[in-house]
């Protein structure tokens, strides 16, 4: 009876992030289109090539940050929920923890898909020939993330090919921990190499239309991954009970 | 008082531990056997490749760029030979019996497979220079860069290998599991010598050297915690 009141509740809380999650992109997504700028004062939206060429303008193809920036962050999020979670299990061994570090694993492994494909059509227009269609760029922060990205992956076959709950309990939470200190080396990637990725999205776009419309979003893209977060959650914790009663 | 009259310091089982690593390979070799026969292939599939390629500057980096994908994959070779021939042989088992910390158990293991893939990597270079023309011996700083992004990419391997011999299959999933985590290692063995190369000196490399640095304590001390919970159960 407890246990189906938690679970409602918890259902609940997923339904009430997932709709709030909706209306927030709605909202962001209106105000990307009618709020912020279209006029280019030169100098605000202008960024250097990775070859350090002649400055480019970046038109309308700034929008696409109001999606490819919440996504970098929710990816960040993913990886700390992953570190928390298999720190957790190892320390109190809840099935609860396991099914976190998972779903934080298969959203982190959407979002971050999200990541690349934007900054990969963004940097191909603005880095490339001003169309899309030049092709990877080996950018660092963008390669980071793809390697990142196929942690995520890997985590999620590890955990598949374990024979034993335990074992794919084990192999997850360890994996977690170690997957956890790969977003600093993502985050830190500007400073490594060659780059002209922008290191702060402030200083590239000033204008205060744009600076509100980025909070929005970041908040709305949060919440609409963490019904994600929860909703993966939900079904983890569904299959472990099935797994259980099968095993009984 | 009795517990420590029949256990072993942590100095002589370090000694124990080790000397059966050495033992057991210097009977199956099985080790140096697979991992430097795979470099040699490797080397030789890398010298085909690399024929066509004109500019000096380009030949280096790439053949440069080839070995350290090299080492990566002859380190995996080893890791899969090593955890699984003592799975089969129910050694973890023995080993996890040992009244001192896992820990001591992957420490050993670590040192053990850092050594038997340095003695890789000179096999490496001794082939290397009359087959692919190069010269490792103008740069003292590979002298550090080499044995650390070695123990950068074994750390998490010795502790993934233990849980991925369990199952069938596990030398795939050893590849897949531990290539996205040592990439960083990778990328910072790869930068310190692409700088080195250029003729960039120490300072450019400094940051790379860094990346390595902090990637070794890292993988190092969460193989040094995880271990034993790996072994579990």
């Not at chain 1, 979002?111 to 990969?120: D, H, M």
């Not at chain 1, 979003?217 to 983890?236: D, E, F, G, K």
């Not at chain 2, 053990?112 to 023309?133: D, E, G, N, R, Y």
């Amino acid at each position: 009876m407890k246990t189906n009141e938690k679970s409602s509740k918890a259902w609940l809380v997923t339904v009430v992030l997932a709709a709030l999650g909706l209306i927030g992109a709605e909202v962001v997504l209106y105000l990307s289109y009618y709020y912020t700028p279209v006029q280019i004062t030169p100098g605000t939206l202008w960024v250097v090539t990775p070859d350090g060429g002649a400055p480019i303008n970046l038109y309308e193809s700034y929008r696409i940050f109001f999606i490819h920036l919440p996504s970098a962050y929710t990816t960040a999020l993913c990886c700390t929920v992953c570190l928390v979670g298999g720190v957790m299990w190892l320390l109190t061994r809840k099935e609860k923890w396991e099914a976190l570090t998972t779903a934080a694993a298969e959203t982190g492994l959407f979002v971050g898909a999200i990541v690349l494909l934007t900054g990969t059509l963004w940097a191909d227009y603005a880095w490339g020939s001003g169309r899309i269609g030049s092709g990877w760029n080996w950018e660092p922060r963008l390669t980071t993330m793809l390697i990142l990205w196929l942690a995520f992956a890997a985590l999620l076959v590890l955990r598949k090919s374990m024979d034993t709950p335990r074992q794919r309990s084990v192999m997850t939470a360890v994996y977690g921990i170690l997957l956890g200190p790969m977003y600093p080396l993502v985050s830190k990637a500007v400073e490594l190499g060659r780059t002209s990725h922008p290191r702060s999205f402030s200083d590239l776009l000033s204008a205060p239309e744009i600076a509100t419309t980025k909070y929005l979003a970041s908040i709305a893209v949060t919440i609409a991954l963490a019904s994600l977060v929860a909703l993966r959650y939900q079904m983890n914790r569904l299959n472990q009970q099935i797994e259980q009663e099968r095993a009984a | 008082m009795a517990e420590s009259a029949t256990t072993p310091s942590f100095v002589r089982a370090v000694g124990v531990l080790f000397a059966r690593e050495i033992r057991v390979e210097l009977r199956t070799k099985s080790l140096l056997t697979s991992m430097g026969l795979f470099a040699l292939l490797c080397i030789v599939i890398v010298g085909l490749g690399v024929r066509g390629i004109s500019s000096n500057e380009t030949y280096h980096r790439f053949v440069l760029a080839m070995l350290w994908v090299c080492t990566m994959f002859a380190a995996v070779v080893g890791l899969n030979r090593s955890a699984t021939a003592d799975r089969r042989k129910d050694f973890f088992q023995a080993l996890m019996l040992l009244p001192h910390d896992p820990a001591l158990v992957y420490f050993v293991r670590l040192v053990s497979t850092l050594v038997f893939l340095l003695l890789t990597q000179a096999i490496m270079i001794v082939v290397s220079v009359p087959l692919l023309k190069l010269d490792f011996f103008d740069q003292p700083l590979m002298l550090l860069v080499v044995p650390l992004a070695d123990l950068g990419v074994l750390a998490p391997g010795v502790l993934l290998s233990t849980g991925t011999s369990r199952v069938r299959g596990g030398e795939a999933l050893l590849t897949i599991a531990l290539l996205p985590v040592a990439v960083p290692v990778f990328l910072g063995a790869t930068g310190v010598t692409d700088a080195l190369q250029a003729g960039l000196g120490a300072q450019s490399a400094a940051p790379f050297l860094l990346l390595l640095g902090i990637c070794c304590a890292m993988f190092t001390g969460l193989g040094l915690l995880l271990y034993g919970r790996l072994n579990e159960g």
